[in-house]
């Protein structure tokens, strides 16, 4: 597919890494060298993958954990700095790349003006945040009220916030997965400790009254909802039981959430998604280059989906709800 029509693939969840915010960790991502590689490159080698693929345009992210583990006065200028270069890899391939910002959730004010800044003078298309933010020694999610100006400016801006998993709290891990991280160490991150954390994240977001008080406010999880599509109507009639609080957990999940498919190829999980949520409501992601770009096309291609409903999925609702024109 020619990079130069009118894009027929856009791949929403697509990470890099900033070679300054990389100093500051010591991951798998820094360490073996062809993924650091690809992560680090927003040139030649990712878009010969891309093409390779038939990927027209992907929307670049920061890789977890972002700045989302370091002070403000770190994290601040660093993500100012990293969103400054992704928009300069972004201008010297415009018709391939658009950008999510990185943001120093640890200072919601300034996260918020970071997020102002990278839309209206870069033109980004909202941000992604990733797992528990650590501030004064304690790991909070996102939902907690200390953030909410992060969510008011993206609602101002009508831009999505992407919500990404990092690592679980280190008690989460020794209670859940100790026994089993030496031999399966993907069990901790994208096997199921990413997923349980993410999706934590998105039900708590729903019981916090987030969109109570922003009703315009829209959130993307990938990994085809992190598994919350399944289990909606199980979630909402458990929690319409006597003795809580009222909550329509399911109908403002379907109003406010997109969910990708970055990382989750799976037919079956895909149409479960599409009939819980919409087809209107799905997005083409690969999970690059964690996941590698060929596979994800190919599957798309065999979905018994009709041909109007695939080409929402891979292109139009991406332009739809990040305004790509």
């Not at 070679?19 to 878009?47: A, C, M, S, Y």
């Not at 770190?74 to 700095?81: D, E, I, K, Q, S």
């Not at 901790?188 to 993410?198: D, H, I, K, L």
């Amino acid at each position: 597919m020619s990079a130069h029509s009118a894009a027929k693939i856009i791949a929403i969840e697509e990470h890099y890494l900033d070679v300054e915010i990389g100093k500051h960790f010591d991951g798998p991502e820094v360490r073996v060298p062809p993924l650091r590689q690809r992560l680090e490159d927003l040139g030649t080698l990712r878009i010969k993958e891309m093409d390779e693929a038939g990927i027209d345009v992907q929307v670049l992210s920061q890789s977890a954990p972002g700045t989302h583990r370091l002070d403000a006065a770190t994290a601040v200028p660093l993500a100012r700095g990293a969103n400054d270069r992704l928009y300069t890899a972004v201008q010297a391939n415009p018709s391939r790349f658009a950008a999510f910002a990185t943001l120093p959730a640890i200072d919601p004010k300034a996260a918020a003006h970071e997020l102002e800044r990278t839309v209206t003078k870069f033109g980004f298309k909202g941000a992604m945040v990733h797992g528990l933010t650590q501030i004064d020694g304690a790991r909070l999610f996102i939902d907690d009220k200390r953030f909410w100006p992060i969510f008011e400016r993206a609602q101002a801006l009508d831009v999505p916030i992407y919500v990404h998993p990092a690592m679980p709290h280190p008690a989460v891990v020794d209670a859940y997965y100790k026994d089993y991280v030496k031999d399966f160490p993907s069990l901790v991150n994208a096997a199921w400790g990413f997923t349980v954390e993410t999706a934590t994240q998105g039900i708590r977001l729903v019981l916090s009254g987030l969109f109570d008080v922003y009703p315009n406010l829209k959130i993307i999880l990938g990994h085809l909802g992190e598994g919350l599509p399944f289990s909606l109507w199980r979630i909402d009639h458990a929690l319409s039981r006597p003795g809580g609080k009222s909550v329509a957990f399911r109908e403002t999940f379907r109003e406010h959430f997109y969910i990708t498919t970055s990382g989750n190829f799976s037919t079956a999980a895909l149409l479960c998604s599409a009939m819980e949520l919409g087809v209107d409501r799905l997005l083409f992601s690969v999970d690059y280059p964690f996941v590698e770009n060929k596979p994800g096309p190919r599957w798309m291609e065999q979905v018994p989906l009709s041909t109007e409903d695939k080409a929402k999925i891979m292109h139009g609702n991406a332009k739809r709800l990040l305004k790509m024109g």
